[in-house]
């Protein structure tokens, strides 16, 4: 069984360590703040809540906040703990009467990835929040952290757990949200501190309601353990919906090869199922300050972050809250027409790899099955059709654009990566538009009319 530490917050005095098997390690320790050995990769920044609490203060908060949406209860008062400790202001900041404004106060390379709600309390590294049954003595809670890969909080059932967002609590009840965040610091890396008024501090303070905001020595030992937030780090800076897409603005994007996290749209019931969905291969434009794209299936409300090209943590930008609706999976393109036999066979064929998503910009046309150096080039077209052409039949029809001859290659083949930001004049690609592609080429050795035309290739566009 693997070795897991367990950091409690407690009524009072300092917390135990205690686990399923007894470990002992000495924890690095700065000006006060100290740390516990942890600390979490880019896979390991999501979180999930099981919200099986029982008090009915834990769940009688059942109004939205826009500025967290879809989730109200223990899930919204777990997520705002968590993304206190984000590198920046959680959208504008609000949703905390304790803080307005100021929700998000980390400052550091680190930036917690909400996942919405699972399915049951999970392994020990599964990265959820959950109650468990029965008490511990002053103990409201504890965090389950075996190491790098991940962590597990439980909080006792018999408190009183309120789940704000008030913080005027009432008599006998206590703060869930101050307590998760002082919980998920320890899954951050952090042990507790001697600095009386810090989220770390190991004794609860008050109801709980002091240490939803993290002071400067949390963010102090945050620091020493991710590093202060890089000026290269991506940075979104607001968002705009539309049934199906999503438009991020910000800075720091990079050119191509971004990828979008979204916030899942069901509970999950397993670690793997609490990553993120990724959007990958996403370009930016306007300098790198501007990225449209669709929603994907199994996206929902929640956060949204960019994540650049990298493995360190300065990679990722800060989670913005999105209420974003998925769209349909763009379709694959597929082929119509009739591509008539040629003089090296059953003539030429038109194939394709990437995808027809705009923000991803990687669809490449190919033509196989032509004479090898013969000249060719794609022809697009808005409108299918199928009349004599040559010594076959042309499949697209008007407006139509010809794209820049190509030469085949040695195996009868031709590609064109087909730049949407970037298109030939005449031909102008938007979301929603549907564009049939055909390869066009010369076939002297096929007399009659000396060239030919292949099957055509239906796309459907989407953001």
């Not at 990079?254 to 990553?275: H, I, K, M, Q």
């Not at 949407?420 to 010369?442: D, K, N």
Request: proline share 7%.
């Amino acid at each position: 069984m693997k070795p897991v530490h367990k950091r409690a917050l407690e009524l009072c005095g300092t917390a135990a360590v205690a686990g399923l098997a007894l470990v002992v390690w000495l924890p690095m320790r700065g000006a006060a703040y100290a740390t516990n050995g942890g600390f979490l990769g880019l896979g390991q920044r999501d979180f999930r809540v099981f919200d099986n609490f029982t008090a009915p203060t834990a769940n009688d908060n059942v109004t939205p906040d826009p500025n967290f949406p879809g989730y109200t209860g223990a899930t919204l008062a777990i997520w705002k703990a968590c993304v206190e400790w984000g590198s920046r202001l959680h959208g504008n900041g609000n949703g905390d009467p304790h803080q307005p404004g100021g929700l998000g106060s980390g400052g550091a390379n680190f930036d917690p990835v909400f996942q919405g709600e699972a399915t049951g309390v999970g392994g020990t590294d599964d990265n959820i929040h959950s109650e468990i049954s029965g008490s511990q003595g002053g103990v409201f809670a504890f965090t389950e952290v075996p190491g790098t890969d991940g962590w597990r909080i439980r909080y006792y059932q018999n408190w009183a757990w309120s789940d704000g967002p008030s913080d005027q609590l009432l008599p006998g009840e206590f703060d869930l949200q101050g307590v998760a965040a002082h919980e998920y610091g320890h899954a951050l890396g952090l042990d507790h501190t001697n600095i009386a008024g810090a989220t770390m501090q190991g004794s609860i303070q008050g109801n709980g309601v002091p240490q939803r905001s993290i002071e400067q020595d949390d963010v102090t030992g945050l620091a020493f353990v991710y590093v202060t937030a890089a000026p290269t780090k991506p940075v979104i800076t607001g968002v705009a919906t539309a049934p199906g897409s999503l438009t991020i603005t910000g800075q720091n994007f990079a050119a191509s090869g971004n990828e979008v996290w979204f916030t899942r749209a069901t509970p999950s019931a397993n670690v793997a199922l609490g990553d993120p969905i990724k959007f990958t291969g996403v370009i930016s434009t306007a300098g790198g300050t501007q990225i449209s794209l669709g929603v994907p299936p199994l996206a929902g409300p929640g956060d949204v972050f960019v994540k650049v090209p990298g493995t360190a943590g300065s990679s990722l930008s800060n989670g913005w809250p999105a209420d974003v609706t998925a769209g349909p999976a763009c379709s694959t393109p597929s082929t119509l027409c009739t591509g008539a036999p040629n003089s090296v066979g059953a003539g030429a064929r038109m194939a394709f790899s990437g995808g027809t998503y705009l923000s991803q910009n990687n669809l490449t046309l190919r033509c196989t099955g032509l004479r090898p150096g013969a000249n060719a080039f794609f022809l697009a077209g808005r409108t299918p059709t199928q009349t004599p052409f040559g010594n076959g039949f042309l499949c697209v029809a008007g407006p139509t654009a010809q794209l820049p001859v190509r030469t085949a290659d040695f195996f009868g083949e031709i590609a064109y990566g087909l730049n949407t930001q970037a298109l030939p004049a005449g031909l102008s690609i938007a979301a929603g538009e549907t564009w049939y592609f055909q390869c066009v080429y010369r076939d002297v050795a096929g007399g009659g009319a000396l060239f030919n035309a292949s099957d055509a290739l239906l796309t459907t566009w989407c953001p």
